[in-house]
């Protein structure tokens, strides 16, 4: 008790003295603006603020060490009301407390409040609220947000969020003011060029490594873990961690503490367990998680460790999860998950449906086209043979003859020999319709009409070839 009254005595000391001299500034910069002074101003107003903290953790310790020591009073007098106190000091002292929770547990105020994970997080009281059983508590803002769930909604803010809460952004957390304390800056002990830490670079915190720090215009450059970039923020930008420093205080009653020191006590155990599986080197023990980690490297048991696994429970902060590995069995290609069912339901793969042909009219086309081919090479050969046995040549031959003197020689022409375009051209028509072209027999009356004009056009041609010999043969050579 005795050191703690030291250094209660001491603490009211600095504090009168810091609260001296931030009046004496506050007079200086009323008369002139100084920045310098603006500076050891803000830095006086976060040590005042420390050292009420401090006093009010000292006094309600001594609070509950006095309450503790009454012992018979203290349980006769239990009787009465629960909020009444057992002795004028201790009313004294409880008043004080009283006042100091009431000036920080406000709008406004920062402070440390622990989450539902578990974790201290650093804070701002945005309202106080009262149940409906009479328990008070208190609208919290995250002061470092990770996540864009973290983040408060500004629109909630303004109280035009029309989201609720199916919002993506935050409405803010529900604590429990028992579950409060007055913020509380851990100092930034050893924090140099390559330190790890967490830097804002806007609106949400995250990972970073300090690259270079200018103490003198309050800067700090550090470059962020998750490879985006590299800014220059601010030194209040930057920070050890994301969640808050509790130390040895504490703002909860006794039972409150003594159950927390139990959970502290098994997730302490839990935290042991995880920090080994959670080593870089691998597990000697590979049957610790499951057998088939003799073939992973212990890849999978340290991810499983970071979610929190612990050998015997299940996955999860709080065990909640599977506690056996899921069996996987390897097949082969083409025996997968329902090749059985497709085997054996009466041969599916059988009778799977081919991949469907076209109709054919393009090789029906190409058939007929071919048999008429086949057809008209036939009956011109047939012609030729015609004209062979009864020796002549027919009407083109004879014209062929005729010019045979003007043919140049060697041009394979033969004297009496239809030419190929002729020939081509004497040979029969063909129908071009379906049945004429599948039965291959030579045109109707359109066919024989073209044969009989071209007959007339040669008879023309060779009368009058022989005008011309005639009118030749009367002129004297």
Partial sequence: MADSDVLESELQEELDTHEATLKDIDEALAEESNEELEMLREELLTAVEGAKAALLEIKQARLLSMLDGIGAATAAASSVDKGQPATEAAAEEQEEVFELRKRWQAPGVDCRFRHTDGRWYHGTIMELQTEAGGSESAVVAYARPSQRSMQMCRFQMLGRC???DACRSSHGEKVSLDALLPAKEAAAVGLEEGSRVVACDGMLWRPAEIERMDLQAGTVAVAFLDGSDRAE????????????????????????????????DEEDEENAAVATLQQGAPEDDVAKFADWEQHTNQVASRIMAKFGFVQGGGLGKRGQGVKAPLLVQLRNQGKGLGADARDEGGGLRERAQRKKKR??????????????????EQAHVEAEKVAHANGTAGMFGLLNSMEAPASKPGTGEQQGQPHAKHRRVAAPPQDKSKGGAKAGIPGGRTSMM????KVMELQAALKRLGEMMTRHSSCPP
């Fill in 162 to 164: 029309r989201f609720g």
């Fill in 233 to 264: 923020v601010p030194s209040k930008d930057v920070a050890e961690s994301l969640y808050a420093d509790v130390g040895d205080s504490s703002d909860v009653d006794e039972g409150s503490r003594a159950s927390s020191d139990s959970e502290e």
């Fill in 359 to 376: 109709g054919g009219e393009r090789s029906r086309r190409k058939k007929f086209a071919a048999q008429s081919k086949a057809q008209r």
């Fill in 450 to 453: 073209e044969g009989m004009n």
